[in-house]
């Protein structure tokens, strides 16, 4: 056994010795997901910077999730402007079907910064964000960003990386838990502008 192995057996170890609502945000955790105050809803995002992105969410005992491979065009975008991406893409897929006011959760502390502050430095970032506040405002929503470790976020993370199974390792895991199981695609009208083609505002996208 490697150090490496010992060192994660380790951390699974100290993991399961912690009570089950400590877990926030760990999908194998007794109690899985949070429950923010107010009834919101919560949107879980990844990217993997060669592979895609995943996002993902509970409704009951349904886990609703979506996933992708990145364009050619977006293979050239900064990390954390396909982190935002990934998060943008989780929000109007799942609109019509989680509450919207929602905590976003994010791995990437620049993607949560911009999205708290709503503000950025990046044009890719800025025209993002003024696109799904956009789109948040025309359904009364409101967004609340939080920082998840990578470790915490595995599901966006495994969904995200064809190499760890992807979206079909995701569903395995979680249909062994006893949750259905739903993949939806993001919708064209954001799908079809995402990259550096979000510069062009569709306020009506997403349905």
């Known amino acids: 056994m490697t150090r490496a192995v010992q060192a ?22 007794a109690c899985l997901m949070p429950t923010p105050e107010g009834g919101a809803g919560v949107v879980y ?4 910077g060669e592979g895609g992105f995943c996002a993902w969410t509970l409704v009951g005992r349904h886990v609703l999730a979506t996933a992708g491979l990145w364009t050619v065009e977006e293979r050239g975008m900064l990390i ?15 609109g019509s079907r989680i509450p919207l006011h929602v905590v976003s959760y994010t791995d990437n502390t620049v993607a949560q910064a911009a ?29 609340v ?3 998840i470790t990578s470790k915490a976020n595995i599901w966006a993370d495994v969904g995200s ?8 390792e995701v569903r395995r895991q979680a ?5 259905s199981f739903e993949e939806m695609a993001v919708p064209a009208a954001w799908r079809g502008t995402a ?11 997403g349905e």
């Open 8 to 29: 994660d057996l380790t951390w699974w170890a100290a993991e399961l010795d912690r009570p089950a609502c400590e877990h926030v945000g760990v999908p194998l955790a």
């Open 45 to 48: 995002a990844d990217a993997s």
């Open 80 to 94: 954390c402007d396909l982190e935002l991406l990934a998060s943008t893409f989780g929000l109007v897929t799942f």
């Open 115 to 143: 999205m708290g502050r709503q503000a950025a430095r990046s044009p890719a970032m800025q025209a993002m964000l003024a696109r799904r506040t956009g789109w948040l405002h025309e359904r009364g929503g409101a967004e």
């Open 145 to 147: 960003a939080r920082r």
């Open 161 to 168: 990386r064809p190499e760890l199974g992807g979206l079909a």
């Open 175 to 179: 249909e062994a838990m006893g949750f």
């Open 195 to 205: 990259g550096l083609r979000l510069d062009e505002p569709v306020w009506g996208g």
